[in-house]
């Protein structure tokens, strides 16, 4: 029942999405609280008694201004940046609130330490970087805490978000290793071969971020609005590379470290590549979409 109360991308902290409890520092101050108090009464020590009701008067205020501190404030989950393991990947908060927050504390499985942030002003953005192995990780749960005014008292929240990141293989240079499929003996849907460009025209694809601005068709952008590449005959064959990960030595780390960075360079130069791994095959293509669905490739392997 939490978790359905908590899932999604987004949440604002009130009365039933926050919950308060004494901290570990409070209830030691309800433990000397209780002892001033028996204390107070096996004596008959008012002062005792005045101090103890003080203590208890004082965790209240904290568990009302503990609640007031975070409620009303909406989380939101604006990117999710998958990067290399060494970057690392990065989730960012939007956080908002009506009044300043204060005190508040990220926490999650996937993170070594806890981040505090000071205060929140109005609206502010958090970076949660993760360091994390190569591979596909599940979001999961994000927890949100705030120990406002004295340290007394935990007041927490959660988001659980579906969605995943990715730890992409840090790239391992190894230029010997390249491989470049111009035949198409063993596999002909993976290579093909061309002895010679054509300038005639074989078709238009829609444009994709990181293809060659200079092949860009200007005039069916001036009729239409779009943007358009041009594709000529035999340009396919003679420019695709293909990758795979069987034809590469070593264990799969750096087999995998290798594949990222043959994707890199071929991304670099605005080269047509395709990636095998395995009985996987992500076929020939070029842009940031394609870069981005390659490595994805490579973590989940």
């Given at each position: ?39 107070g009464?096996?004596y ?33 989950l ?20 009506k ?8 926490e ?38 705030s ?5 007394l ?36 849907q ?9 300038d ?58 290798k ?14 590549y ?28």
């Amino acid at each position: 029942m939490i978790r359905n109360k908590h899932e999604g991308e987004c949440i604002t902290f009130k009365h039933n999405t926050i919950y308060v409890l004494p901290s570990f520092t409070g209830f030691g101050f309800i433990a000397v609280s209780a002892l001033n108090f028996v204390l107070g009464i096996n004596y008959q020590n008012n002062l005792l008694l005045g101090v103890a009701y003080l203590m208890i008067m004082l965790l209240v205020v904290s568990i009302i201004y503990g609640y007031l501190n975070m409620n009303g404030t909406h989380v939101k989950l604006v990117a999710i940046k998958s990067a290399h393991c060494s970057v690392p990947p990065t989730v960012i908060f939007e956080l908002s609130t009506k009044a300043s927050l204060q005190q508040l504390s990220i926490e999650h499985n996937l993170l070594k330490q806890q981040i505090s942030v000071p205060s929140v002003q109005t609206r502010e953005h958090i970076n949660v970087p993760f360091e994390l192995p190569r591979g596909k990780h599940v979001l999961g749960r994000f927890k949100f805490v705030s120990h406002f005014p004295f340290g007394l008292v935990s007041v927490w929240s959660y988001l659980y978000c579906r969605k995943s990141i990715y730890a992409y293989p840090d790239p391992l240079v190894d230029s010997a290793q390249r491989q470049m499929f111009e035949s198409h003996k063993k596999d002909d849907q993976f290579t093909h071969s061309s002895t010679h460009l054509s300038d005639e025209l074989k078709q238009l694809t829609p444009y994709q971020s990181g293809m060659n601005m200079h092949r860009i068709s200007w005039r069916h952008f001036a009729k239409t609005q779009q943007l358009l590449i041009k594709d000529y005959e035999g340009e396919t064959g003679a420019q695709t590379l293909g990758f795979d990960f069987d034809h590469l030595q070593g264990n799969v780390e750096e087999r995998l470290a290798k594949l990222c960075y043959l994707v890199l360079q071929a991304d670099q130069h605005n080269l047509s590549y395709a990636l095998k791994l395995g009985p996987r095959l992500i076929a020939a293509a070029q842009g940031e979409q394609h870069k981005v669905k390659c490595l994805e490739a490579l973590s989940d392997f």
